[in-house]
């Protein structure tokens, strides 16, 4: 199959990009609003600044949180998962004899993140073993003790690329009193999300990974219930504002953080457009058979698939042992695709992401490049 709309992207044409998964890839159309919005930032800057960016912001946030099925007060923007998860850590009221529970899937930023604020505030962390294939919400119950008092988990993750039970797992934790924490870095234009009904109280997910925006736009979610632990992590003028912004509290303070380029926020609802138009009709087309396909070959190559729930991601365990670093370079430097290669718990794992700019030629390279490495596996 060919690649679709590729000249809507930037990206080096001598480059397969097999790893939308990490950074996502922005098309033209979404750039070209961000640059217009740059502009007028540019041009006007004091009365883009003073007076017409938040409501801009709360204007540019409206359709993109009813597509994540949310009501537009319980959402502010952040500029990824990663500052989302540290708004959350910061409010909730943790200290010694607390613990909070992860699980051996979580990305490696957000373990970093519960780790500073465990050692700063005395609280403990406890990861769950979640092996293949095994329900997820067994092992937290397993891992679960009279001192966890939430739960962090992903919705899909991003190693293993596994699809989690979070609203299962959302239920589970209501039940026990615990609060619940769903990292959805790579949900939105992933998978349906319908905040509303999810059952959880907090999530975050990134816009520039599969919604198409530019890079730098995420949205914090805040049941309401759990909006008055939300209290500010960076003090600035939203703390205390000056004039009525028409936002709640917790979303200024979010939100309102001194001078700063809020045009990849502007830009977000052009990337949700860009879903719609081009995209969501090609998924089942263009990732899902292919996805099919290219399981097939790597089998073929001997590496074994993990579970797959219908994403545009999808992990292999590779047949051979090899230094992931050395490994990943050479498949750019030699086979000219960037697809990552790293160990997850002693397994030797790559994951690809399909979108449909991704050529066949590419997927054909990497695949010579993965069986490359499997003849040649004792040098790497
Ligand atoms: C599951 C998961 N959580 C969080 C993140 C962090 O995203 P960001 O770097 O945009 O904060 C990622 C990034 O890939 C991820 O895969």
Same mark, same amino acid.
């Given at each position: 199959? $060919? ?10 044409? &001598? ?21 217009? *919005? ?86 403990? =962390? ?5 092996? =293949? ?41 209501r ?10 870095? @790579? ?20 816009? @520039? ?21 939300? $209290? ?7 703390? &205390?504002?000056?004039?009525? +912004? ?7 303070w ?29 998924? &089942? ?5 292919r996805? @099919? ?7 073929? +190559?001997?590496?074994q698939?993990?579970? *797959?729930?219908?994403? $545009?991601?999808?992990?292999f ?16 430097? $030699?086979f ?8 997850? &718990? ?14 066949d ?5 990497? =695949? ?13």
């Amino acid at each position: 199959m $060919k690649a679709r709309h590729r000249r809507h992207f930037l990206l080096d044409p &001598e480059v397969g990009h097999l790893n939308h998964g990490s950074y996502g890839a922005t098309p033209l159309p979404v750039l070209k609003e961000q640059w217009r *919005w740059q502009r007028e930032m540019e041009t006007r800057t004091v009365e883009f600044h003073v007076r017409r960016q938040e409501p801009l912001l709360r204007e540019a946030r409206a359709p993109i949180a009813k597509y994540l099925g949310a009501e537009l007060d319980d959402t502010a923007f952040v500029v990824n998962t990663t500052t989302a998860m540290n708004w959350v850590a910061h409010a909730l009221p943790l200290g010694p004899g607390d613990e909070v529970l992860l699980n051996d899937h979580e990305y490696g930023a957000v373990f970093r993140v519960w780790r500073v604020f465990a050692a700063e505030r005395g609280f403990s =962390l406890r990861s769950a073993p979640i092996p =293949l294939g095994a329900d997820p919400l067994t092992c937290l119950e397993a891992h679960r003790n009279e001192r966890t008092r939430a739960v962090v988990v992903s919705q899909i993750t991003s190693a293993t690329a596994q699809l989690l039970p979070v609203q299962q797992i959302g239920a589970w934790a209501r039940g026990r009193g615990l609060w619940s924490i769903v990292d959805g870095a @790579h949900a939105p234009g992933h998978v349906a999300v319908d905040l509303a009904r999810l059952g959880v109280d907090f999530w975050m997910g990134n816009l @520039h990974k599969w919604l198409w925006a530019p890079k730098g736009a995420a949205i914090l979610w805040v049941a309401r219930a759990c909006q008055e632990l939300m $209290k500010p992590l960076i003090v600035s003028w939203g703390v &205390e504002p000056t004039t009525a +912004l028409g936002e709640p509290d917790w979303v200024a303070w979010v939100q309102m953080q001194a001078t700063r380029d809020p045009s990849a926020f502007l830009a977000a609802p052009a990337g949700l457009e860009y879903q719609r138009r081009y995209h969501e009709p090609l998924v &089942e087309r263009y990732c899902f058979q292919r996805m @099919h396909w290219l399981t097939q070959r790597m089998e073929q +190559l001997g590496a074994q698939p993990l579970p *797959w729930s219908k994403l $545009k991601m999808r992990a292999f365990e590779l047949p051979f042992s090899a230094e992931p670093t050395r490994l990943h370079q050479t498949l750019f430097e $030699k086979f000219r695709v960037e697809l990552p290669v790293y160990r997850w &718990e002693g397994i030797l794992l790559t994951r690809f992401s399909l979108q449909h700019y991704v050529d066949d030629q590419e997927l054909e390279r990497a =695949l010579q490049g993965v069986s490359d490495a499997r003849v040649g596996a004792g040098s790497l």
